[in-house]
Each structure stands twice: as C-alpha cells, then as structure tokens.
Antibody, heavy 119, light 110 residues
Framework: EVQLVQSGAEVKKPGESLKISCKDS????????IGWVRQLPGKGLEWMGIIYPGDSKTKYSPSFQGQVTISADKSITTAYLQWSSLKASDTAMYYC????????????WGQGTLVTVSS | QSALTQPPSASGSPGQSVTFSCTGT?????????VSWYQQHPGRAPKLMIYEVNERPSGVPDRFSGSKSGNTASLTVSGLQAEDEADYYCSSYAGSNNLVFGGGTKLTVL
C-alpha cells in the first residue's frame, strides 16, 4: 500500500528554522513527483511546490518561491520542506502528496504536519 | 497566478444532485484538461475524487462526475449521501509545472 508518513507537529518561535519530512513507503520514490500543500487555519489548500526525487528537480509556486526550500533524500525515500526563519503567518497544516505519473493530480496524501509559530 | 473561484457553500438533500463550479482562466482551467477535484473531511487529508476533468480514481463512486466548459469546470455529486458532506477543492494545471487550487466549497447535506 502506498503511504506517505509525515513528521509530527511542531511548535516554534518566530525567527527559528524548521525542516519537516515526508517519508514514502510502498512505491518507487524516485519515479513520482512529491508536492507540498499549505492549509492555513480554517482556509483552503495552497500549492507550494513540487520535487522530483529522482533528480531533485523542483518547481515552486510564485507565492512561495524564496520563502521555503523543498528537498529530497532518495537514499531514505524522504522529502522535506524547510524554513530558515519562521513567521507567525507560517502557522498552518502542511501536507505532502504524491503526484500521478502522467497527470498533475495528487492521489496519495500524507496525514499532515501542523506547524505552530508563536512567541 | 490567482486562485480558482469556487462558491463558498452548497447544499442538497439526501438523494438529490448538487453541482459545484470552479472558474479559472484560459491560462489554467481553459487551457488544459488537467482539472482535479479533492474531497476533504474535517481534520482529514484531502482525497482525490476526479482527475483530468472527468476521470475517477479506483474506489471513487460513480456518483461523482466532472466536466468542463471553457474556463469553468464542474463537479456533480449525484444521489447525495450524508458522508458526502465535506469541503471540495478544485485544482488545475497552470503550465510550466505550476498548479493552482480553488478556494473550496463546503457541501452541506441537509
């Protein structure tokens, strides 16, 4: 069974750095794009960017370019989303999701990682 | 790129049909047959219900169907059931490996 397992909830202070993870199990990690999606409290889904773990090629939404870094370590079949300096406005649920091979749709989702940034 | 436009809410009684709209531009919805729809129950991760405008993943009931006309895509849920009450989000490919979501529609089953 294809599964994406995300790291646990985080509570951070403004200005701190953070790296959350998304580990796959059950499929060829290097053959599918992995995307990250933000959901602000009580709000809708926002596409942040995507990575192809096979060669670490990435594409960011213009809204998130320069704000976060998406990476992957194919040796441990894990994708990452990181911030160098968190802001209170980064408080949200973050989902990773696997994109289907031939079409830009996400068929498998992680359970989500809640990030809370508060002083 | 701007978010796709979805009505904030919709409702229907059990057994009825309800249709949600998702309006974009010629640079996203109108330009590609890559519209997807996701269902999200409170506290849960989204679930893919429709991809490529009208294709259903394995396991999704055929009560769910999609269509597109010009810059507007639609999701129809037929034979409404209580468990269909959820938020529904559309998304569209927007070129150059970009994706855009809609703001979501909250479906209430009366």
């Amino acid at each position: 069974e294809v599964q994406l397992v995300q790291s646990g909830a985080e509570v951070k202070k403004p200005g701190e750095s953070l790296k959350i993870s998304c580990k796959d199990s059950g499929y060829s990690f290097t053959s599918y794009w992995i995307g990250w999606v933000r959901q602000l409290p009580g709000k809708g889904l926002e596409w942040m960017g995507i990575i192809y773990p096979g060669d670490s090629k990435t594409k960011y939404s213009p809204s998130f370019q320069g704000q976060v870094t998406i990476s992957a370590d194919k040796s441990i079949t894990t994708a990452y989303l990181q911030w160098s300096s968190l802001k209170a406005s980064d408080t949200a649920m973050y989902y990773c999701a696997r994109r289907l091979t031939e079409t830009p749709a996400f068929d498998t989702w992680g359970q989500g990682t809640l990030v809370t940034v508060s002083s | 790129q701007s978010a796709l436009t979805q009505p904030p809410s919709a409702s229907g009684s059990p057994g009825q049909s309800v249709t949600f709209s998702c309006t974009g531009t010629s640079s996203d919805v109108g330009g590609y047959n890559y519209v997807s729809w996701y269902q999200q129950h409170p506290g849960r991760a989204p679930k893919l219900m429709i991809y490529e405008v009208n294709e259903r993943p394995s396991g999704v009931p055929d009560r769910f169907s999609g269509s597109k006309s010009g810059n507007t895509a639609s999701l129809t849920v037929s034979g409404l059931q209580a468990e269909d009450e959820a938020d529904y989000y559309c998304s569209s490919y927007a070129g150059s490996n970009n994706l855009v979501f809609g703001g979501g529609t909250k479906l209430t089953v009366l």
